[in-house]
């Protein structure tokens, strides 16, 4: 039982309970002598605390030395007992001990507290951690108590202390006790000595007049003291140094003056010296022969000592009640003859919600005492009791109790036999302890550990506690650690079997020198950190990991670290993404800035050299102009490929089926493949449509056919696959890229080749950026697909091994089922005979505005130019007949062209318009005021294009005029 109690003493909140149980239980037990209760009492001291050796001393009469009385140690052998503690009488360890508090020393080496400057007193005990605790009756100090620790020191706890305070009540109870139980004996031994006369002698006879003046005062054998001698001639109630004990004399007087018999009455005398005397007087009134009153007769007896006896054990009593209370225990006494409770303690009936005097009234037999017991426990009480009472033993159980009010309580309740002076069992003596809340609290503790168990174990990561050694050996880790960090597909049930190196977590070497830096320099500060770095997992998984934590201190002093650790790969590879297509959309906006100028520059040639045509008759010079004009449309078409990369191009999307678009193609892939490459076609025949721009579309698909066959020079195999495809959330968070939820159409383009090395997979959508030699490639194929995609609303994703070959895969909105879009038409056909139509142009480079009226002149319109949107708007308020407003779409000033066309409507809300732009995006600018038939046109425009787009504006406004 005291095993168990060491054990559980940190968990078990019974614990203080069981232990004073053991002490009542050395204190009620029979046993000849003192000095065997205390052996008993230091024996179940030491093993209930756990201590290495308990010892009781006792003070000396010369208050410089502490006497051995009894000592326990954990070897089983006991010390000299005439071993001493010396000390100076005058010195700080008799006021420290006086002042009745107990003194903990946790390290004998490195003191604190009041006895810090005296701490070798002890080391006279052996000990490295000392509890002193001073043993006092009423305000006499008694001696000491002292539990000590060694080899190591020692951090006393709040339930120890607790312990060793109620431990010191019961020790100085006992000593009082056996100093009572000696003097008992030998005034007993006196008195048999003595006989009846010797006593009587010690007895003074009174005797007073008629006016209760005291006339004499007779002593047996014994000499008067001084004090008594006062009283003769006076009557009791005027002697000042003399006065009852309780009530005052007024209560006597009127008793003398109605001559009644005096019985029991306790004199408290003030002796010369300053003490306290305590005399017992009885008395009777004295009658003449006449029934006249003569006076008082009667005998006073010294009772001292017996009222100084009856003050110890009231006092000891109470020692015994506040160690009762301080522990919340509640007595009871059942006597085994009467078979009912004859005593129970205050804090007992509180425990049972009533008062004293009403559980004894209702306890008054067995039968009754089983009814305060819930039925569930009752069989187990009933079979404690009647096997107690067939071994003439204790009991220790815990039960349920129902109280008047409903309310159900736990009770904790241990009982002893309790044997009369002859060694008769007579009763049985029990404590009990009021455990509820203590179990609520173990409840609820239970109930907030599995909540934070089950929200620790879904966390994306770990808790953790470790050493700071080399391999950071763990104190405490969640099994997320396992999990997340060292081998995602093992089974938790066997973690636990798992030996401290299967734990380690396996940091790249480039980062290990780094985290254990910050962790060092936490460490240095008392701070807390953060770091992130990367691991592999078991299985070869590269994962990132971000951990903050802070540095503790253990209960042994080392310095550890506790913290949290999560997985932070999702959001290291969303970086990524994030800094790559920022990077990207940098370079887009260059890129496309760029091809606007070059469009610009491009239109100014393009247009010269078309005029400049028309007036050479020359074949040869006709060619090599024809020849320049081929070299700008091929010009043309790469500031098309730059804006598709920053996708800025202008598109015409249609609805489309791309298994038409791969059909189509395989019609020329013949064409351009050599015979060693095998072209094979996998097409979803329930293939969703999708919309985007046809020719965009089918020059992607003929760059990624080119690039195949550029991979494949030995030959191989070439396959392209169409398929309907759901993303949902799981494969967003799959991608290295963003992606929107949805459905989409795919086609995929495989190649059997050379495959692409992984270290220049992030850079092949990159403008400009080719692996083939020096002329062979511009490096704007791959950008102009990736922009072309993420233009229309989808993605790009690459799969290639070295060696195995490359998967192009390209991701198009699919259409909603009920919707059908209407194929745009493209501008086409030749100029119709001008008219003289009138037209105003408004375009802020020089060049280009120079070209344009050129070309409007020549083919016979009346053209009058502005160099910005401004000035374009006090011409046409000036004069309001034109036919027809060119604008460019960005212009200096504060009107844009789709302002400028604005606010001319405001003026003739017919007007048409022709935008004019360098960028694609430029177009999608509109106000409330535009038209549906208005037309954009993207740099560089060739005469046709341009004077069909005229024509076309120009008949659908006729057209209209008609109509109305």
Sequence with gaps: MLLNMMQTQATDPTWLGDALHCLLVQNVSPNPSLSGRMTQFAKTISEVAGAQATSIWSLDTNLNQLNLSARYSDNRTNCNPGSVI??????????????????????????????????????????????????????????????????????????????????????????????????????????????????????????????????????????????????????????????????????????????????????????????????????????DQNGLFTGYIGVTRDVTNKMAREAELQATDQRYRNASHLACLGHWVWDRDKDCCTYCSPEMADIFGVTVEEYVARTNSFEQDQKWYHPDDRAEYVAALENACATDSGWTISTRIIRDDGSIRHLKQWAEPGYDSTGRLTSTLGVLMDVTDQIDLGEKLRISRSKLSNLVDNLPGALFR???????????????????????????????????????????KADRKRVRQVVEAAVAASSTYEVEYSITTVNGDKRWVWERGNPVTSLSGEIEIEGIMIDATDKRRAEEALIKSQRGEAIGQMTGGVAHDFNNLLAIILGNLELVRDDISDVELRKMLDASISAAARGADLTRNMLAFARQAKLEPTKLNLNEVVRNAQNWIGRTLPTNIEVNAQLDVDLWSTQADLSSTESVLLNLIINARDAMQQGGELTIETKNLVVDARMVQNQHEYIDQGEYVTIAVSDTGHGIPKKLLKQIFEPFFTTKAPGEGSGLGLSMIYGFIRQSGGTVRVYSEEGVGTTFKLFFRALPQDQQTEDQSTIAGQPTTPSCARILIAEDESGVLAVLVSVLRKAGYKVTACGSGDAAKAVFEADPNFDLLIADVVMPGRLLGPNLVEELRVIRPDLPAIFLTGYAAETTIHGNELHPGDIRLMKPIRRAELLASISKVLQARDAKGETS
């Excluded at 001639?233 to 009644?260: A, C, F, Y």
Aim: charged share 25%.
């Design 86 to 287: 010396h000390f100076d009488s005058d010195g700080e360890v008799l006021k420290v001990l006086r002042s009745k508090k107990i003194v903990a020393i946790n390290n004998i080496d490195e003191p604190v507290g009041p006895l810090a400057a005296n701490a070798e007193v002890f080391q006279q005990t052996g000990a490295n951690a000392v509890l002193c605790c001073p043993l006092f009756d009423n305000d006499d100090l008694l001696g000491v108590l002292i539990i000590q620790h060694a080899p190591a020191p020692h951090v006393w706890t709040d339930s120890e202390k607790r312990f060793a305070e109620a431990a010191v009540s019961l020790i100085s109870m006992a000593m009082v006790q056996a100093t009572n139980e000696s003097e008992n004996r030998a005034t007993t031994n006196h008195k048999l000595r003595l006989g009846l006369f010797a006593r009587m002698a010690d007895d003074r006879l009174w005797e007073t007049d008629d006016a209760h003046n005291v006339v004499s005062v007779v002593s047996g054998t014994t000499i008067l003291a001084p004090e008594e001698t006062t009283l003769i001639g006076r009557r009791p109630w005027d002697v000042p140094t003399r006065q009852p004990l309780r009530g005052g004399w007024g209560p006597i007087k009127r008793s003398m003056e109605n001559h009644e018999v005096i019985k029991d009455l306790i004199l408290v005398d003030t002796n010369l010296d300053g003490t306290k005397s305590y005399r017992e007087a009885s008395g009777e009134p004295q009658f």
């Design 466 to 508: 470790v050493k700071l050694d080399e391999k950071w050996s763990a104190v405490y880790r969640s099994q997320g650690f396992y999990r997340h960090f060292v081998d995602p597909s093992s089974s938790a049930n066997g973690w636990d079997e798992l030996g401290e190196d299967n734990w380690i977590l396996q940091v790249e």
